[in-house]
């Protein structure tokens, strides 16, 4: 299926960015990607668009993963995994992820482990353009000891200790879920981001979701929030609740519930697929979805959130 | 005269015990759950001094709710400054932070801690797949003084962790050293049993103290190793019946110290309606708190 889409031509100067996930999906992830998605800022719109679509191969660049990810793991469209954690936090176990380490279900997957400030700086240093990047994690750990692309030198300019040395990430495509942007792909992010400002900087091709479609005179209201400036980004996607069941700062909280549903599901192959058949192949895009989940309770979520947040009021 | 409380779950004494280990004016970085508890704990009763960030680049959240995973809107709600993950580590690695708080599955002599994998005894296979280091590898290896949370009962003391994933002292003295790691190391083990504190010479892990109902010899005879017992070991002191209060307020679902998660589950789609009630029903009580750092 993916032999037959066109080779992919970059959108970065383009006027307008705005389009479907379909879309964007369609012309800008191909088979055999590495793909980059943070913790903060994941949109799960576009993880489900790209199960859809079928894209397969994948090697996945995480900071950390909370589950966002698990649908294309579990579905065997990932090659190699790199990255710090890969769990379920407080919601519970990720038995995608335990599945394919402990039993290669569905199939074997490649792991290359660092830390959360390694996976970092490696993006960090693909967004510099230099080959890598110094730091005194991992040091002594069996994280630096296992992994052979963590290089162990003395300080080349004799201070004594050793650093670790980690390669520069350059991922074909970064995919984020932001809060505000233009159609010019000007990006804002409310709250805090994790990793996000220096992933979207390291990839060859950006696809960003967002909850609200905004003017560019909306966005020079507070262009302290745009963290990523227009010519980084190739799309645009106007998904509300894009995070779900995830947060969006200042629009809705964690759907707790809905994530510790979702990994007790997860918990067996069987509970996985149904899963999958109801919430990402049942439905035709993010908006089914959110309808299957029920609006309702988004917009609860939504209006949740209200009481304890507004942006520049301290509430 | 201190009121112990008759009623307290072992998540509860755990975080008051890792609230005494935190002092005043100290900068933390602490992991959504315990840790967070703990340092709020700690805030409201004997260091309201502390500054408290988190990894994922938020400084001083003092929100109103309880805060579920590092990247939800409550950990930047009422936060003083939001650097960003990679400039947090960048201070704490530059020597700003002063206390990291970390967990895992297995601890060894040495406190190195393994929350990577568990190798089958047998065949020397991969035998539990866990979530990885995270952010704890920086913490440990940065953080002036790390605490290390374990849960997990019995088997998580090792001769040797299966998988270093958060360093401790390594092999013992010197080793840290000649890594050039700008952290400590870590200064207790706060485990089901009791907590264990490091010789600052041999920086051998030692029973500090035995929580109430466990014996030293429990203890030892869990521990695979032949573990010193400090010649002051005492009965850890167990929580007030003002940390009690303070902590269901804080943590009126008993979401981290009581049952509270299990509930939240149930039901297709999760229970949907406790969560938000929950929530909401936080607002007033926890905002009488909120104030102390105005």
């Known amino acids: ?315 | 005269m201190k009121k112990y409380a008759k009623d307290y779950t072992l998540n509860e004494l755990l975080v008051v015990t890792t609230a005494k280990v935190i002092h005043d004016y100290e900068t933390l970085i602490a992991g959504v759950g315990i840790p967070t508890l703990a340092a709020s704990l700690a805030g409201i009763t004997h260091a309201k001094n502390i500054v408290v960030t988190t990894e994922w680049g938020t400084v001083n959240p003092t929100p109103r709710r309880l805060m579920f995973s590092v990247t939800d809107t409550t950990v930047n709600e009422r936060a003083v400054a939001l650097p960003g993950s990679q400039v947090i580590m960048n201070d704490m690695q530059n020597g700003r932070l002063d206390l990291g708080v970390i967990g895992g599955a297995q601890v060894d002599r040495y406190g190195n801690v393994n929350s990577t994998m568990i190798l089958d005894r047998e065949t020397g296979g991969l035998k539990t797949m866990l979530p990885g280091s995270g952010g704890a590898n920086d913490i440990a290896t940065s953080a002036k003084r790390t605490i290390i949370i374990m849960r997990s009962t019995r088997r998580c003391f090792v001769e040797k962790v299966d998988y270093i994933t958060s360093p401790g002292y390594l092999d013992g003295p010197g080793c840290r050293e000649k890594y050039g790691m700008p952290g400590g190391g870590p200064e207790i083990v706060i485990s089901a049993e009791g907590t264990f504190r490091f010789d600052p010479e041999t920086k051998e892990m030692y029973l500090a103290t035995y929580h109430p109902g466990v014996s030293v010899e429990e203890i030892r005879e869990m521990v695979p190793w032949d573990l010193k017992v400090s010649p002051d070991v005492r009965e850890t002191e167990p929580p007030t019946e003002e940390e009690i209060e303070i902590l269901r307020l804080l943590d009126p679902s008993g979401m981290y110290v009581g049952s509270g998660k299990k509930i939240l589950k149930e039901g297709e789609q999760g229970n949907f309606g406790v969560f938000l009630q929950n929530m909401l029903d936080s607002f007033e009580p926890m905002g009488r708190f909120v104030k102390r750092y105005d």
Not at chain 1, 112 to 117: A, D, T
Request: aromatic share 12%; hydrophobic share 40%.
């Open chain 1, 1 to 315: 299926m993916q032999s037959n889409l066109p080779p992919r031509v970059e959108n970065k100067k383009s006027r307008d960015k705005v389009m479907t996930a379909k879309e964007a999906v369609s012309r800008f992830v191909r088979d055999g990607d590495m793909m980059l998605s943070g913790l903060q800022h994941s949109s799960v719109a576009l993880v489900h668009e790209i199960a859809r679509q079928g894209m397969t191969d994948l090697t996945l660049l995480l900071d950390s993963d909370s589950g966002l990810t698990a649908p294309l793991l579990g579905l065997g469209r990932v090659k190699k995994i790199i990255t710090a954690y890969c769990g379920g936090g407080n919601a519970g176990n990720n038995y995608v992820f335990r599945r394919a380490a402990e039993q290669k279900i569905p199939r074997e997957v490649e792991m290359e482990f660092y830390s959360n400030y390694g996976i970092a700086l490696m993006a960090l240093a693909g967004s510099m353009n230099v080959p890598f990047l110094p730091t005194r994690s991992m040091i002594g750990s069996s994280i630096a000891e296992q992994n052979p692309r963590i290089r162990v030198i003395d300080d080349p300019y004799g201070g004594g200790t050793p650093v670790a040395l980690v390669p520069a990430a350059r991922p074909d495509v970064c995919i984020i879920h932001v809060h505000r942007a233009d159609k010019l792909g000007n990006l804002q992010f409310f709250g805090h981001f994790g990793n996000t400002d220096i992933f979207v900087r390291s990839a060859k091709y950006v696809i960003a979701s967002c909850e609200e479609l905004v003017t560019t005179d909306e966005i020079r209201r507070t262009p302290n929030q745009t963290i990523i400036p227009q010519y980084n980004v190739d799309a645009v996607v106007e998904a509300p609740f894009g995070a779900h069941w995830f947060a969006s700062n200042y629009y809705y909280h964690n759907d707790f519930p809905f994530g510790a549903y979702t990994l007790e599901k997860w918990r067996t192959e069987e509970g996985f697929r149904e899963w999958c058949d109801k919430y990402i192949f049942g439905v035709e895009d993010w908006d089914g979805y959110c309808r299957t989940v029920g609006y309702e309770r988004l917009w609860k979520l939504y209006h949740a959130e209200k009481r304890f947040l507004a942006y520049g009021e301290v509430r």
